[in-house]
């Protein structure tokens, strides 16, 4: 195995970042052409890079990311793929505000050891794909649809503009997403002809929160579920995941039979611009035993 790169596991502010957490941060993050292997625990995909496709691994090393490929990478490659997985794990965000915020708190002061970041895709638009892939349907229909993609993309994940170009009946016979094919392709046509440029959004200073659901909201097939997913992709943590798995999980954790949404968005308020983020960690610290 070659070395393309090593990573701290720190924030922007300093602040821990583990490497278990993220990747177990959230069900997209294990989609195709992602794949988790346990024990020892290491993280792999597929990376188009200056025109090949790379396979990648990742793992912790001494509170370093450690990168490695059986592949020859040029140099271009790798800084290709460098810059993708600092987008991955948000190497960039601070988010010791956050962990300050909940050092006494008795619901989520266990997080402030690293846990928290969303682990995202290379871009946005592969976010936006993969969130309507899970909309309205078991979650061995999403791996099905995914795994189509990812064998589109020859291992990796397709290009917009690959996506543009697919036929209706590949959408239809062969990754079989019914009405959620007509929303990818056209999304993925506007991505392509640049009518729209998702990784803008990843400009927290260019947008505010209110102006990104909104042009997430806009595209097809994206609504309050699926904006609120991929915002926490993008690391705006405000709007809370409301959807068919996280309200139960909330009420067998809180106790309570019912829980109008409004009252799950009261619960935690108390925690500003993180009060998704704090949702979220409340209901998956189970995800893994410490």
């Known amino acids: 195995m070659r070395t393309i790169c090593e990573l701290p596991l720190r924030g922007a502010g300093g602040e821990p970042i583990s490497f278990a957490r993220t990747v177990h941060s959230h069900g997209c993050a294990r989609l195709p052409p992602a794949r988790l292997e346990p024990a020892p625990l290491v993280y792999g995909r597929r990376f188009r890079a200056a025109g090949r496709v790379i396979d990648v691994t ?59 970041r969303m682990l995202a895709s290379p871009t946005v638009f592969e976010d936006v794909v993969k969130t309507i892939c899970t909309t309205n349907c078991t979650w061995s229909a999403t791996l099905r649809m995914t795994a189509a993609l990812s064998d589109l993309g020859a291992g990796a994940f397709p290009e917009a503009a690959q996506l543009a170009q697919t036929s209706d009946a590949w959408y239809r016979d062969v990754a079989k997403m019914g009405y959620r094919g007509a929303y990818v392709r056209a999304i993925a046509r506007a991505q392509a002809s640049e009518e729209e440029d998702l990784d803008a959004l990843l400009d927290l200073r260019r947008f505010s929160d209110a102006a990104v659901e909104e042009k997430l909201l806009a595209l097809p097939g994206i609504g309050p579920y699926g904006a609120a997913h991929v915002m926490q992709l993008l690391g705006r943590h405000r709007q809370l995941v409301l959807d068919s798995w996280t309200r139960p999980k909330y009420r067998r954790l809180a106790g309570k039979k019912q829980a109008k949404d409004s009252t799950i968005r009261r619960a935690f308020a108390r925690y500003g611009e993180y009060a998704g983020l704090a949702f979220w960690l409340y209901l998956t610290r189970d995800w893994i035993d410490e």
């Open 58 to 116: 990742m793992r912790e090393r001494t509170s370093r990311l450690i990168v490695e490929t059986a592949s020859t990478a040029s140099a271009r490659s790798a800084a290709v793929i460098e810059k993708a997985i600092r987008r991955m794990f948000r190497l960039d965000a601070d988010l010791s505000p956050f962990y300050s915020r909940i050092a006494g708190d008795d619901l989520l002061a266990w997080a402030a050891s690293g846990a928290g």
